[in-house]
């Protein structure tokens, strides 16, 4: 079954060309445009949507409510904002607001439609712009030394296979693309990404590359 998406943007040449693109993979399937958030309620209720490509700012009704209403009415739907800003602050908003992931509109075509396979499957996605700016914010927000401390401790408890597969998580590969740099199966990378959000306390991989980062183990 192909991936149903809904595009959400106020300017028609924007959707026209989403649509475009993503009409080129076999595996996703544009099930409808909207140029505003007021719009988007009827069509979720309408048909079946398995991710909303949401842009933020919105002449009628801004991205980032209309997010929380999606999930407050449905939160099975996927959503990844796309837009034009790179800004941490608009990607942390519409993220607490509920969005599984964030990207640029001036991504490659590959990386938007990576990122709508990703936030399908339920991972958490951030555009590489965002990621940088995320973690550089969430090491700066907290003493340096004390965060580096708290990581190296935890880093401790990994095994080796462990380690590496934080280290690949830091630098944004997918199950897959881990699978094959160390040989193992992508069920064997899920099973070690669950232990180390276990081990190491945090919900997400954004979590893991904090942590990769200020521990130092990618020096």
Same mark, same amino acid.
Do not use: W
């Given at each position: 079954?192909?991936?149903?998406?809904?595009?959400?943007?106020?300017?028609? @040449?924007?959707?026209?060309?989403?649509?475009?693109?993503? !009409?080129?993979? &076999?595996?996703?399937?544009?099930?409808?445009?909207?140029?505003?958030?007021?719009?988007?309620?009827?069509? $979720?209720? #309408?048909?079946?949507?398995?991710?909303?490509?949401?842009? @933020?700012?919105?002449?009628?009704?801004?991205?980032?409510?209309?997010?929380?209403?999606?999930?407050?009415?449905?939160?099975?739907?996927?959503?990844? #904002?796309? *837009?034009?800003?790179?800004?941490?602050?608009?990607?942390?908003?519409?993220?607490?607001?509920? %969005?599984?992931?964030?990207? /640029?509109?001036?991504?490659?075509?590959?990386?938007?439609?990576?990122?709508?396979?990703?936030?399908?499957?339920?991972?958490?996605?951030?555009?590489?712009?965002?990621?940088?700016?995320?973690?550089?914010?969430?090491?700066? *927000?907290?003493?340096?030394?004390?965060?580096?401390?708290? *990581? &190296?401790? =935890?880093?401790?408890?990994?095994? =080796?296979?462990?380690?590496? /597969?934080?280290?690949?998580? #830091?630098?944004? &590969?997918?199950?897959?693309? @881990?699978?094959?740099? $160390?040989?193992? +199966?992508? %069920?064997? /990378?899920? +099973?070690?990404?669950?232990?180390?959000?276990? &081990?190491?306390?945090?919900?997400?991989? @954004?979590?893991?590359? !904090?942590?990769?980062?200020? +521990?130092?183990?990618?020096?």
């Amino acid at each position: 079954m192909p991936i149903n998406v809904l595009i959400v943007d106020d300017h028609q @040449i924007i959707r026209q060309s989403l649509s475009a693109l993503l !009409k080129s993979d &076999k595996d996703i399937l544009v099930v409808g445009e909207c140029n505003d958030g007021s719009q988007v309620m009827n069509r $979720l209720m #309408a048909q079946k949507v398995d991710v909303v490509l949401m842009d @933020i700012l919105m002449q009628d009704q801004d991205g980032i409510s209309t997010t929380a209403r999606i999930k407050k009415m449905n939160p099975s739907v996927k959503i990844l #904002a796309l *837009s034009m800003l790179d800004d941490l602050h608009n990607a942390q908003k519409i993220i607490q607001a509920g %969005a599984n992931g964030y990207t /640029v509109k001036t991504s490659g075509s590959d990386e938007i439609i990576h990122a709508i396979k990703s936030v399908y499957r339920g991972e958490n996605y951030l555009c590489p712009e965002i990621y940088k700016k995320f973690i550089r914010h969430a090491s700066n *927000s907290v003493d340096t030394g004390k965060l580096f401390e708290l *990581s &190296k401790n =935890k880093i401790h408890s990994l095994t =080796k296979r462990e380690r590496d /597969v934080l280290k690949l998580i #830091a630098d944004e &590969k997918t199950n897959r693309e @881990i699978a094959g740099e $160390l040989n193992i +199966s992508s %069920a064997t /990378v899920a +099973s070690h990404r669950k232990n180390l959000l276990r &081990k190491l306390n945090v919900r997400n991989s @954004i979590g893991l590359a !904090k942590i990769a980062f200020s +521990s130092g183990i990618l020096d």
